[in-house]
């Protein structure tokens, strides 16, 4: 048998079924309910071939290393450890140094462009507070004149082994006060309250809405394209006024977000599975 495959038994399967999962690399030998064990087993230990094949093609790791390049909210950040300094991580630009937040937030905005509404994850969203007139989520190059030619610097010191743990802390603590601040944007525009935003690190969706108020999302949205992360917030908020997949529902969602949501889920039906990979050193499974 080839080390690392998870076997399970279905209760529906039909025949003995190998996959790689192209988010985790992991192996499932799918086995039907009354298929003697041994006979599936040996059969998969015949396909070590094809396990291989399908493992080259996976995402390469790309681990939260000194050096290592991640993209932020439409923009490449670099990865800088400093033997000495804080191990506080701080994002820097070459023009802007010492930013504590990514300078993609609306709220860095001019002052008259922003939203009027707090984004704290805790708040009800999308309140009378908010304003249904609120200016569309930008994009990010747009910020700060000609800033794309800036260089961005996530950096922090401390013992080199917790780099990649405080990096990925600082990412997920980012990503929940940028998707706090869509799902404000868009709960103002539908007209609707969000009880609670949260934020995980699911293997097989990229965010859901519960009858009571609360969406959660995949901190991994942060690393997708803007347009991507903004239309999968729209998907989830007009949830909170159609909790199905109805025509009514895509209607609304056609209707809140600024682009086209069909793109969005098609980027990440071909490439989401990658996103998965940042901070890992390997694609081995």
């Known amino acids: 048998m080839i080390e690392g495959v998870e076997v399970v038994r279905h209760p529906r399967a ?29 059969w998969a230990g015949e396909k070590a071939d094809w396990i291989a094949a399908q493992r080259a093609k996976l995402p390469q790791g790309r681990p939260f290393v000194d050096g290592a390049a991640v993209p932020v909210a439409d923009r490449q950040v670099r990865l800088r450890w400093e033997a000495g300094a804080s191990r506080t ?11 504590g937040r990514g300078p993609w937030s609306r709220h860095d905005a001019d002052s008259s462009r ?30 700060w004149g000609d800033d794309q030619a800036d260089t961005f610097i996530l950096t922090c010191g401390g013992p080199i082994e917790q780099f990649p ?13 940028v998707l706090a601040e869509d799902t404000a944007y868009y709960a103002a525009k539908a007209g609707v309250t969000v009880a609670q935003v949260a934020i995980g690190d699911p293997k097989a969706r990229w965010g ?15 690393l997708a394209p803007g347009h991507v992360r903004r239309a999968t917030v729209a998907h989830e908020v007009a949830h909170r006024v159609h909790m199905h997949h109805g025509p009514a529902f895509h209607a609304l969602v056609a209707e809140l977000f600024e682009g086209d949501p069909d793109a969005a889920r098609r980027w990440l039906r071909a490439e989401g599975a990658g996103l998965h990979w940042f901070g890992r050193a390997s694609s081995s499974g």
């Open 14 to 42: 039909r025949v003995a079924r190998l996959s790689v999962d192209p988010a985790t690399g992991r192996v499932r030998l799918t086995v039907p309910k009354r298929m003697a064990l041994a006979k599936a087993v040996a």
């Open 89 to 99: 991580v701080t994002l820097v630009t070459d023009r802007h140094p010492g930013e």
């Open 114 to 143: 922003q939203l009027a509404t707090t984004t704290s994850p805790q708040r009800r969203l999308g309140s009378p507070a908010a304003r249904c007139d609120a200016p569309l989520p930008e994009d990010p190059s747009l910020r």
């Open 165 to 177: 743990v405080r990096i990925e802390r600082w990412l997920k603590r980012e990503a929940l006060r």
């Open 208 to 222: 859901s809405c519960s009858s009571t108020g609360t969406i959660r999302y995949s901190w991994r949205l942060l």
